[in-house]
């Protein structure tokens, strides 16, 4: 290699922080960073593959999840010890709802026997009980895949709607008003809200549908903080808002992350991604 291109190579990196020379002093840093990077386009990519040959992308997650079974197993158990995995634990039993759920489907598991078999298909194997209503401890018999399914489809309740258009399911009321951003990141987590805050096309298209009649959201007069897609922006600590009335709406960029309107609320989305897509 002449000298000029070994140069060449080692100027290259010279940016990242992690680059010593050619040399990746953070390797699991870097690619953790790569992936946070492309996740978006990772994910066009699979869905694409998913598209034009399903069956065989099926086979191939099979395949990857059976391979890697322990891995993935040993990953998940991993990420529950985890600060985030004990975070989110702690906030799914702070709510009493969720406890009383979790009691319930002990004392199901501890007192029925399975009978393997699952009672939409009829597969015979591993099965789950899915509760159909928790009080009366009413539950059916299901396939893993059919108890997936099972909750896909299920609008859920509590406070949340689905909206198979957009294939997300959305808070029915804003709420955290006169909270700034900055006291969502604090209660919620950076990360939770660039995940579960709504994209401005995203409540737009929520709008139209209301406006046909079709959900109850009260997007015809609300103020709410959407998802920042601008840059520049965020760079400089603007938070995006989504505000509108009987009359127009409008997205907001320019103030800063401290301001805060006893008008102003959120309300989050859940996008609907199969797991076998996301993986
Ligand atoms: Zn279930
Ligand atoms: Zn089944």
Known sequence: MSKTTQQQIKNKGKGN??????????????????Y??????????????????PEQYKERSKLNYKNNKEKIKLNSSKWQKTEKGKEYKRKYNKIPENRKKETIREKTRRENEKKEKCIKCGNIGKTQFHHLEYEKDKFIELCLKCHKKEHNKQII?????????????????????????????????????????????????????????KYKLGLIDTWEFVKQEDEISKKNGR?????????????????????????????????????????
Do not use: M
């Open 36 to 53: 946070l990077k492309n996740k978006e386009k990772q994910l066009i990519e699979s869905k694409k593959d998913y598209k034009n040959n």
């Open 157 to 213: 309740s509590d406070g949340w709607i689905e909206i198979p258009e957009l294939n997300i399911l959305v808070e029915e009321e804003i709420h955290h008003k006169n909270k700034s951003y900055d006291d969502l990141v604090k209660e919620f987590g950076e990360e939770f809200l660039e995940e579960n805050l709504p994209t401005y096309a995203e409540i737009q298209a929520l709008r139209n549908l209301e406006h046909k009649g």
């Open 239 to 279: 938070v995006a808002r989504f505000v509108a009335n009987s009359d127009y709406c409008d997205l907001g960029c320019y103030r800063n992350s401290g301001y805060s309107d006893s008008d102003l609320g959120v309300r989050f989305i859940k996008r609907k991604v199969s797991k076998e897509i996301k993986k």
């Open 17 to 34: 922080p992690n680059w010593k020379g050619g040399i990746s002093s953070n390797k699991k840093e870097y690619k953790k960073n790569h």
